[in-house]
């Protein structure tokens, strides 16, 4: 495992005791973790019945944490990937990020996203109430600190 997969895993080894505490159980089959190293493809659907939180690792360090509903299958497959495609996007953050030293035009930044980000997926089954998604997000933010926002 990469250092970037060995601090998602430690981080979520952590949530489980942050939902017990939020009067959550997680059970085995609660969280199913899929970890992208670079370079990855992008996911092609949202699977049926979930929802998630996603995470972009890369230049050193986490650059982006955000949560996808059960309904939301373009912001989990492909708008991250296209700068313009929706308010805010990693293609967009990058693009705009001073100093832009990357030198990439914004056709290419999806293609660079992909060479050069590992990507981690975490998804859990849409019957779990819509707060234990948007806590594991926020612990995630507090924990990994990415560079741009959620």
Not at 33 to 54: D, F, I
Not at 61 to 84: D, E, F, I
Not at 92 to 100: I, K, R, V
């Amino acid at each position: 495992m990469t250092d970037w997969a060995a601090e998602a895993e430690r981080a979520l080894v952590d949530f489980h005791q942050v939902a017990r505490l939020g009067g959550i159980e997680l059970g085995s089959d609660d969280l199913s973790v899929e970890r992208l190293p670079a370079p990855h493809r992008s996911p092609t659907r949202l699977p049926p019945g979930k929802m998630g939180v996603y995470a972009f690792w890369g230049d050193g360090g986490w650059l982006k944490v955000g949560k996808v509903g059960p309904n939301s299958n373009a912001r989990y497959t492909s708008q991250h990937y296209l700068a313009g495609s929706a308010p805010s996007t990693l293609a967009a953050s990058l693009l705009a990020s001073p100093p832009n030293d990357r030198a990439f035009d914004p056709g290419q930044v999806g293609a660079w996203m992909r060479e050069r980000t590992c990507r981690l997926n975490i998804l859990m089954p849409a019957s779990r109430p819509r707060e234990l998604l948007s806590l594991l997000e926020a612990f995630l933010h507090l924990r990994l600190r990415p560079r741009f926002e959620g």
